[in-house]
């Protein structure tokens, strides 16, 4: 085919829209003849979409509860409530379940089976990782205590205070 027309859905928030334009100025401009059509929708209405398996592409994200690969490859075995896209592998699953029962003690074992499996993922392509998310934060140096996290939540605020004896212009203190 000269030319290909599809349609991505996203959520209807700034972020997504502005991530769905990038995409689809890169897929237009490296692709010639190939359009993207973005159609924003409430969250709702597009999971209701994709549990349906009724579309074409959609844009989605995750970030990690905890610091392992399986926080992102369990989402895509068969029955997993995140998984919206109607994929299965008997074998990226059973590689899985390994990883997550009896090779658990068995670290390069154990790495192997999650690279053998994202290696299967990554084949198949139900879902293409396109970036990774990167933050920059700026803190007024008055505030302390605040913990930044790598994977969770963003931040943890139990222990944050206000130091007034600190300078909010230089940082430095008065």
Do not use: C
């Not at 959609?58 to 992102?72: E, H, K, L, R, V």
């Amino acid at each position: 085919k000269k030319e290909f027309t599809f349609t991505m859905n996203t959520q209807d928030t700034p972020a997504a829209k502005i991530a769905a334009e990038y995409i689809k100025s890169q897929i237009e401009t490296n692709l010639p003849g190939v359009t993207l059509k973005i159609k924003q929708m409430p969250f709702k209405q597009k999971t209701t979409l994709e549990l349906a398996n009724n579309y074409e592409t959609s844009y989605s994200g995750w970030s990690p509860d905890y610091p392992d690969p399986t926080a992102f490859l369990e989402i895509m075995t068969k029955g997993n409530a995140q998984n919206n896209t109607d994929w299965g592998n008997e074998e990226y699953d059973n590689l899985i379940k390994e990883a997550n029962g009896s090779l658990l003690r068995e670290s390069d074992k154990r790495n192997e089976a999650l690279q053998k499996a994202e290696s299967i993922l990554l084949h198949d392509a139900p879902v293409a990782p396109i970036y990774q998310k990167g933050e920059a934060h700026l803190t007024n140096p008055q505030v302390k205590g605040l913990q930044y996290h790598k994977v969770g939540p963003d931040t943890t605020l139990k222990h944050v205070y206000i130091d007034k004896s600190i300078d909010r212009e230089t940082g430095k203190k008065k």
